[in-house]
């Protein structure tokens, strides 16, 4: 089966960083697109970032330009989000989700996702 | 304001059937393939509904999916009280390069 498991998430005063990790499994993780979506409290989704599945290109969303930046490590199966300039509206739930096999920015599976909380 | 305009909210009751539409422009829907997503708040979202029409396996045929110009729609027929939840419609927006999501419609079964 198919397992996304985020992690690194916490609370954060604004300006600070935070590294989120997604541990996956279940599939072949080097063959795929990955990507990050976030929920802001009350608030619908929003994509993030996608890396292609050999790594050479990665998209940000406009509001994290510049800020956040996506890696992974097909050795170990991870993903990475690092987020840097952290803002109070960067405040919610950051899901890493697989790309489809055929359309890598449909999002095939998802983790249940990790907080990010940015307050002082 | 999302770049992908769906209605708030829709309602229905048990074995009716129901629309929901997802409007966009040249850049996104116009252009590029539109996804459907299912998301019970939290829980993590599922995939419903990929290039404009298709079906990932395990999904009800209950649900499908159309495009039209720059705008696509999802209808779920058959409708079951497990149908209420947020749904999202997405494409991918060549003026941004990056993955654009409608605000979401909250799905009522009464």
């Known amino acids: 089966d198919v397992q996304l498991l985020e992690s690194g998430g916490g609370l954060v005063q604004p300006g600070g960083s935070l590294r989120l990790s997604c541990a996956a499994s279940?599939?072949?993780?080097?063959?795929?697109?990955m990507s990050w979506v976030r929920q802001a409290p009350g608030k619908g989704l929003e994509w993030v970032s996608i890396i292609s599945d050999s790594g050479g290109s990665t998209y940000y969303a406009d509001s994290v330009k510049g800020r956040f930046s996506i890696s992974r490590d097909d050795s170990k199966n991870m993903l990475y989000l690092q987020l840097n300039s952290l803002r109070a509206d960067d405040t919610a739930v950051y899901h890493c989700a697989k790309g489809n096999a055929v359309a890598p920015t449909a999002f095939d599976y998802w983790g249940q996702g990790t907080l990010v909380t940015v307050s002082s | 304001q999302s770049v992908l305009t769906q209605p708030p909210s829709v309602s229905g009751t048990p074995g009716q059937r129901v629309t929901i539409s997802c409007s966009g422009s040249s850049s996104n829907i116009g252009s590029n393939a539109v996804n459907w997503y299912q998301h019970l708040p939290g829980t993590a979202p599922k995939l419903l509904i990929y290039?404009?029409?298709q079906r990932p396996s395990g999904v009800p045929d209950r649900f499908s999916g159309s495009k039209s110009g720059t705008s696509a729609s999802l209808a779920i027929s058959g409708l079951q009280s497990e149908d209420e939840a947020d749904y999202y419609c997405?494409?991918?927006?060549?003026?941004?390069?990056?993955?654009?999501f409608g605000g979401g419609t909250k799905l009522t079964v009464l």
């Open positions: 290039r404009n029409n």
């Open positions: 279940g599939f072949t993780f080097s063959s795929y697109a």
């Open positions: 997405a494409a991918w927006d060549d003026s941004v390069n990056g993955v654009v």
